[in-house]
């Protein structure tokens, strides 16, 4: 619109029914070429802004940041922004060529001719080329060889020697810059033929004006006065590889390979005139070795030096090499690589996948599709490869054997180190191309989005993304959302509930507890633009800018929206849901045994990852717990190790305060800068009501200790009236421990410290935690001051084989006393109604398909010595069904009682069932495999009839005294004079920590342990 001719003008676009103007951002000749060959135009020449060469349009600005690769049909095609913060100053324009060839002549002289100016002779000078009527100079921005060859071709030499700056080897320019980021490949017939910014588009000055040296003969000769410090490459196959020579005082000498890389090998190209380097090699390998001096060695260059010569090196002549260590290098030929069969180096492309968006990672060099290695790979190259194919984002990275199929051919990168925002993969730093220590079982597979709802990083925050600021904690703030590099507010018009649980479940919360004025709920006004109004959620949307809003707004930072969110408290051992996207920074514990414990995991640009253990303190700590919602941090279990770490060690060092908000707003190490490994994986216990933990009493063992529970933000002791093992069984399965042994051994009272003690605990048996239970906290400093008793004392058990069984005896090995293993002692039942479902449940534990008879031995001291001390299960009582005898209800055990009313025997059936046996044999010490065999289907009808029948007789049986204990396997617990801080006394060394468990948990799928202490003990062999 309103250009001179049809091929300029105002770029608008028709969209539902009208015609709109398209934002400037982000716009250049690519998106220019697009609307050029949409219109029937051969190319673009010049992206400008409408408001200074046309007019400003009005109505709807209905495009914003466009990116196109220059190959999409239709300007719909490419990517651009779901909002545009633009106004019509910004309304972009285009001029379209309107011939294949070179542009219309002006003058007698041809759009794109060139020539030198100000050089010594017709060969070599400053570059300029005429476009519409004026020369014009060129900017050296990514000006290499290949450019200066198609420009002494088109004047015709045979070949450029050169590429220098104008201002230092001849004079800057005056007039327009015509030309930027020249890309030639070097056979291109003229200079306008090659890629560019676009006419008169740059963002150069005179001072950067190129000049070129072309050659006047087809071999080129050395010059007799050669400025010290100039390379050249020698014994190669062509002019772009070789051993490294170096000029100094008349005579060229080798480089040696000490520290060579690929550093040193770009700026040795680059100093060439190529644009990069391929490979940094020793010249033995591949070249012939030098001859004469050895001028350079431990050359350490940044790669941004100008010569070779400008980096770090011993000194001229200074080295302890021989010729066998002479550096070479392969430089790159093209900005883009060289295209073979139409495909240009550096291309990507994904195979074996389920769909275009997925699949193992291939890449295009040299006429070959080769793979990646995944070494260092990660969501940042994962980013890279699917926004060169056009996806909007990277989902995951993953192992392409384990997810697609491995590759054959080479492996061509390995290495990779992308920051997120190259345009291909090729830009990106890597090991060489074809250097690599990989086999295909290595080769990496990336699965990208196929959906622009993840908006475009920018800084590695995806735009839409929501954050809450300056709440106490990380589920309650103001609410702020990313757009266009920065952070801005919600204003509250509109605000309710709906729009603050799409917030919160975004940040990986359930839902929203409250929907807030920020500043009335303390969160504090915020400070930059506010950039929503009006937001209206239906609730369930995934993201905030799914929902209806106004960009426009009438509001001030006094309105801005706030919210709280509902934390999290099932034991899925992540406070943040790894279905939910989560936030820049958000934080999580993995693998503990409830929310509040376990190895602590930081979320950074799409990825979690761990936190090494260097530095790691208390303060660091208590960060994370009130990050996470809990109120703080265990005062000595703040540095615990979880297993299982995997991806990425994110943050190392860190150094709280004890003030921060967030564990990122602590200084530390820069991100991925770390020397440790995921045994160094820091863990966190965060306090929460309803904890309880075992305080040691001295040298009492690791699973016996004075019970307390964390009530109203401090650790209560509990007091013995009305404490039975109901309680104990309950204290330790939440610590992860199998069952209690015995509690209350002796009256203990510890030293009064807080103003609040735990009077009475009274349990029914059907709680799962301690906090279900009736809690009565009084005042008093302890349980003796409060007249309550004394503290109450749990012992654990903590061996893997306690429970085990045998039955012993002189009977045949079906039948015999009943023996049950505790802590490597065979001890016996003690049961004066001992009855067949009791034994059932003993049979099946050894193997047998179920009980003939159950009995009372008669001759209880004929097995054993009298006066020894044994341990001895009381009362049980069995409903059949149980797995194991340790699973019955019972009264306790007892290191006391001799079973002088006579120890529980049962006979079994000789035929076996289909579980698996455990130790069996005579006395008290003996035992073998019972082998497995099956049972004939008509034996397994028979049993489940017996089995119901004896469910219903045992239903009328009471007894006193009677507790549920649940036994499975256990992990061991940790130490307390191995494992405790120099700094701990042992009134604060825990012998166990554990949190609240979410719901009833059916015994069969028991697995608690406590990975607090997982490694720190070894168990006894029995």
């Not at 160094?680 to 216990?685: A, L, N, Q, S, Y």
């Not at 097995?863 to 001390?869: I, K, L, M, P, R």
């Given at each position: 619109m309103n250009g001179s001719s049809s091929a300029e003008g105002r770029v608008e676009v028709y969209f539902q029914g009208e015609w709109g103007t398209v934002c400037d951002d982000l716009f250049d000749i690519q998106d220019a070429t697009v609307i050029c060959h949409q219109l029937g135009f051969p190319s673009a020449l010049r992206a400008v802004s409408a408001a200074t060469e046309f007019s400003m349009g009005s109505g709807a600005i209905l495009l914003d940041d466009l990116e196109c690769s220059g190959d999409e049909s239709t300007l719909a095609d490419c990517s651009h922004a779901r909002w545009s913060n633009c106004e019509h100053s910004e309304d972009v324009g285009v001029v379209c060529s309107t011939s294949a060839t070179a542009a219309p002549e002006v003058s007698g002289i041809p759009d794109g001719r060139v020539r030198l100016v100000d050089g010594s002779s017709s060969s070599e000078g400053r570059v300029e080329v005429f476009y519409q009527g004026n020369w014009g100079t060129v900017c050296?921005?990514?000006?290499?060889?290949?450019?200066?060859?198609?420009?002494?071709?088109?004047?015709?030499?045979?070949?450029?020697?050169?590429?220098?700056?104008?201002?230092?080897?001849?004079?800057?320019?005056?007039?327009?810059?015509?030309?930027?980021?020249?890309?030639?490949?070097?056979?291109?017939?003229?200079?306008?033929?090659?890629?560019?910014?676009?006419?008169?588009?740059?963002?150069?000055?005179?001072?950067?004006?190129?000049?070129?040296?072309?050659?006047?003969?087809?071999?080129?000769?050395?010059?007799?006065?050669?400025?010290?410090?100039?390379?050249?490459?020698?014994?190669g196959d062509s002019s772009h590889e070789g051993r490294v020579e170096v000029y100094y005082r008349g005579q060229w000498g080798t480089v040696c390979d000490d520290l060579w890389d690929i550093d040193d090998a770009t700026v040795v190209c680059r100093q060439l005139g190529f644009p990069s380097a391929i490979r940094a090699l020793s010249a033995a390998d591949e070249f012939p070795v030098g001859e004469g001096p050895i001028f350079l060695d431990d050359v350490e260059c940044s790669g941004?030096?100008?010569?070779?010569?400008?980096?770090?090196?011993?000194?001229?002549?200074?080295?302890?090499?021989?010729?066998?260590?002479?550096?070479?290098?392969?430089?790159?030929?093209?900005?883009?690589?060289?295209?073979?069969?139409?495909?240009?180096?550096?291309?990507?492309?994904?195979?074996d996948g389920s769909s275009s968006s997925e699949g193992r990672v291939e890449v295009f060099y040299q006429g070959n599709w080769g793979t990646v290695c995944d070494d260092a790979f990660d969501i940042q190259d994962a980013t890279v490869i699917c926004h060169q194919l056009g996806f909007p984002s990277a989902v995951g990275v993953v192992s392409a054997v384990t997810k697609f199929a491995m590759g054959s051919g080479p492996i061509l990168l390995d290495n990779l180190g992308c920051y997120g925002e190259e345009s291909t993969l090729a830009d990106c730093s890597h090991a060489g191309w074809t250097v690599h220590n990989c086999e295909h079982s290595e080769d990496v597979g990336v699965i990208c989005s196929s959906s622009a709802s993840a908006a475009p990083e920018v800084s590695g925050v995806p735009d839409g993304s929501v954050r809450l600021e300056g709440g106490s904690s990380a589920h309650e703030g103001r609410v702020e959302v990313y757009y266009r590099g920065s952070w801005g507010t919600v204003c509250d018009d509109s605000w309710d509930i709906n729009a603050a649980s799409v917030v919160c479940r975004q940040l990986g919360f359930t839902s929203a507890e409250a929907a807030l004025n920020s500043q009335e709920a303390g969160f504090g006004m915020g400070e930059r633009r506010i950039l929503l109004d009006e937001v209206e959620c239906s609730g369930e949307e995934s993201n905030l800018y799914e929902c209806r809003y106004k960009e426009d707004h009438n509001c001030n930072h006094s309105e801005d929206a706030g919210v709280v969110c509902i934390v999290p408290t099932s034991t899925q051992g992540s406070i943040v849901s790894d279905n939910l996207p989560a936030e820049y920074g958000a934080l999580r514990l993995a693998g503990g045994t409830a929310p509040s414990n376990g190895r602590l995991e930081v979320h950074y640009r799409g990825q979690w990852g761990t936190v090494c253990n260097d530095q790691w303190d208390l303060q660091n700590a208590q960060v994370v717990c009130r990050q996470l919602g809990f109120g703080s941090a265990d005062p000595v279990l703040y540095q615990s190790k979880y297993a299982g770490g995997q991806g990425p060690i994110l943050m190392n060092e860190v150094s709280c305060t004890g003030t921060e908000t967030s564990l990122i707003s602590c200084?530390?190490?820069?991100?991925?800068?770390?020397?440790?490994?995921?045994?160094?994986?820091?863990?966190?216990?965060?306090?929460?009501p309803g904890s309880v933990r075992l305080v040691s009493l001295g040298n009492s063992p690791d699973s016996e200790g004075r019970l307390e529970m964390f009530v109203d933000g401090e650790w209560l002791p509990v007091c013995n009236p009305g404490w039975d093992m109901t309680g104990a069984n309950m204290v330790c399965r939440q610590l992860?421990?199998?069952?209690?042994?015995?509690?209350?051994?002796?009256?203990?009272?510890?030293?009064?410290?807080?103003?609040?003690?735990?009077?009475?605990?009274?349990?029914?048996?059907?709680?799962?935690?301690?906090?279900?239970?009736?809690?009565?906290?009084?005042?008093?400093?302890?349980?003796?001051?409060?007249?309550?008793?004394?503290?109450?004392?749990?012992?654990?058990?903590?061996?893997?084989?306690?429970?085990?069984?045998?039955?012993?005896?002189?009977?045949?090995?079906?039948?015999?006393?009943?023996?049950?293993?505790?802590?490597?002692?065979?001890?016996?039942?003690?049961?004066?109604?001992?009855?067949?479902?009791?034994?059932?449940?003993?049979?099946?534990?050894?193997?047998?398909?179920?009980?003939?008879?159950?009995?009372?031995?008669?001759?209880?001291?004929?097995?054993?010595?009298?006066?020894?001390?044994?341990?001895?299960?009381?009362?049980?009582?069995?409903?059949?069904m149980e797995s194991k005898i340790m699973s019955c209800k019972n009264s306790g055990w007892s290191q006391d009682d001799k079973c002088e009313k006579g120890r529980s025997g049962v006979e079994c059936n000789q035929q076996k069932g289909l579980l698996i046996s455990t130790k069996q044999g005579q006395g008290l010490a003996n035992g073998l495999m019972i082998t497995v065999i099956a049972i004939p289907a008509a034996s397994v009808l028979f049993i489940i009839v017996i089995i119901i029948l004896i469910i219903k007789v045992r239903g009328q049986r009471t007894r006193t005294q009677s507790h549920q204990m649940t036994i499975s396997p256990s992990q061991p617990p940790c130490q307390c004079s191995k494992d405790r801080p120099d700094n701990a006394s042992d009134d604060n060394c825990y012998a166990a920590v554990g949190g609240p468990m979410g719901g009833p948990m059916a015994e069969s799928t028991i697995d608690m342990f406590n990975p607090v202490y997982e490694t720190s003990l070894n168990w006894p062999r029995l």
């Open positions: 050296d921005d990514a000006f290499d060889i290949q450019d200066a060859t198609v420009i002494c071709h088109q004047l015709g030499f045979p070949s450029a020697v050169g590429v220098v700056s104008a201002f230092s080897e001849f004079a800057i320019g005056s007039g327009p810059i015509l030309l930027d980021n020249l890309g030639c490949y070097g056979d291109e017939s003229t200079l306008a033929d090659c890629s560019h910014t676009g006419w008169t588009a740059h963002d150069c000055s005179h001072l950067e004006d190129v000049g070129v040296i072309c050659s006047t003969s087809a071999t080129v000769t050395e010059g007799s006065e050669m400025p010290d410090g100039s390379v050249r490459l020698v014994g941004d030096e100008s010569t070779l010569a400008d980096c770090s090196h011993r000194g001229w002549n200074d080295n302890n090499c021989g010729h066998s260590e002479d550096a070479g290098v392969i430089c790159s030929t093209t900005t883009a690589d060289p295209e073979i069969a139409g495909i240009p180096d550096g291309s990507v492309r994904l195979v200084p530390r190490r820069h991100w991925k800068q770390h020397n440790c490994t995921h045994d160094d994986d820091v863990g966190v216990v965060c306090q929460r992860g421990f199998s069952s209690a042994i015995n509690t209350n051994i002796a009256g203990v009272n510890s030293n009064g410290q807080g103003s609040s003690i735990i009077n009475r605990v009274s349990c029914t048996g059907s709680e799962v935690q301690l906090k279900d239970c009736k809690v009565e906290v009084v005042q008093g400093s302890s349980c003796h001051d409060a007249s309550a008793g004394s503290d109450v004392i749990v012992q654990c058990l903590k061996h893997r084989s306690d429970g085990d069984v045998k039955l012993a005896g002189s009977e045949p090995l079906f039948k015999g006393e009943v023996q049950i293993l505790l802590e490597g002692v065979w001890g016996a039942v003690c049961d004066t109604d001992w009855q067949l479902s009791d034994g059932e449940v003993v049979c099946r534990q050894l193997g047998y398909s179920g009980a003939k008879s159950v009995y009372q031995s008669q001759n209880p001291r004929d097995f054993g010595n009298e006066d020894s001390a044994f341990p001895t299960l009381r009362q049980p009582m069995c409903s059949g």
